[in-house]
């Protein structure tokens, strides 16, 4: 989402560069052969898309989620990404859900589908030593209709589930929007979270655009504990991708002490 004037892979050299790792979303997208090179000159990955199509909530849609998430693994393996990640529902370009939920959300036998879902998925990253995380989203700016979507959801599925091989992608833009009290959110969900997702709101540029405090919220992230990764999932206000990577550091730079003193956000290559 910065740099985003630049080629794929140069984004990708223009962040490590800075220190920093990188994520990446839908892997058919991208050359994963010159990814898996640049894994290889030292780029970190931390997460990707953990699965291409399918659905929580429904028994067809869990088995091409379980099929493509298998897919998914292995290019995971060839780039080294860290985490898969996944939503309630398959995603098009626009955000929208490809199925979507009517008013009223998803139906008691969707959610008793969901969850022996994320039991197969984690079966699946125990079988295979990788991680999962489940993804938070707002469900009226961004991603309307999208089951499963708030972080309330998420949090009941991956913490009724209960293992350490599918985690939590904690999303406080996205949180911001559909529930707020993020600090709060934060402490109930701190024995899940796999990732912690920042932007600002409104907007979704970096910390420091919009109403956020990413100060006090990573002051509280330091008290708590926490030391996993924080990514920037977030445009550059003004299209200026240098500075709003130095939002993104200054911003947390107070409360997280790395080894090269700059904080969790720069990820630092011995992270577990």
Do not use: K
Not at 98 to 126: C, F, K, N, S, Y
Not at 192 to 208: F, K, M
Request: aromatic content about 6%; charged content about 25%; proline content about 6%.
């Amino acid at each position: 989402m910065i740099y985003g004037d630049l080629p794929m892979l140069e984004r990708v050299r223009r962040i490590h560069e800075r220190g920093l790792a990188v994520e990446i979303w839908d892997w058919r997208g991208h050359d994963v052969d010159a990814l898996a090179t640049l894994a290889g000159e030292g780029v970190v990955f931390t997460s990707m898309t953990g699965y291409t199509t399918g659905r929580l909530g429904d028994p067809e849609g869990a088995d091409e989620l379980l099929a493509t998430a298998a897919a998914s693994i292995e290019v995971g393996r060839r780039i080294g990404a860290r985490a898969l990640n996944l939503h309630g529902t398959g995603l098009g370009p626009t955000g929208l859900p490809v199925t979507p939920v009517g008013p009223d959300g998803a139906d008691e036998q969707m959610w008793r589908t969901a969850r022996d879902t994320l039991r197969r998925v984690a079966d699946l990253g125990e079988r295979e030593g990788v991680t999962f995380v489940l993804e938070n989203l707002n469900l009226s700016v961004d991603h309307p209709g999208t089951p499963f979507a708030r972080a309330a959801d998420t949090l009941d599925l991956v913490s009724g589930v209960d293992s350490p091989h599918l985690r939590l992608n904690l999303d406080l833009y996205h949180a911001q929007i559909g529930e707020g009290d993020l600090i709060g959110l934060c402490r109930r969900a701190l024995p899940w979270i796999g990732e912690v997702q920042v932007a600002d709101v409104p907007g979704r540029c970096e910390p420091g655009t919009g109403e956020i405090r990413y100060e006090g919220v990573a002051a509280a992230l330091e008290d708590m504990g926490y030391r996993g990764v924080v990514g920037l999932e977030a445009f550059a206000s003004g299209g200026d991708s240098v500075a709003a990577g130095d939002a993104a550091l200054e911003a947390f730079v107070g409360a997280f002490s790395g080894p090269d003193g700059r904080g969790a956000t720069t990820e630092p290559r011995d992270h577990p």
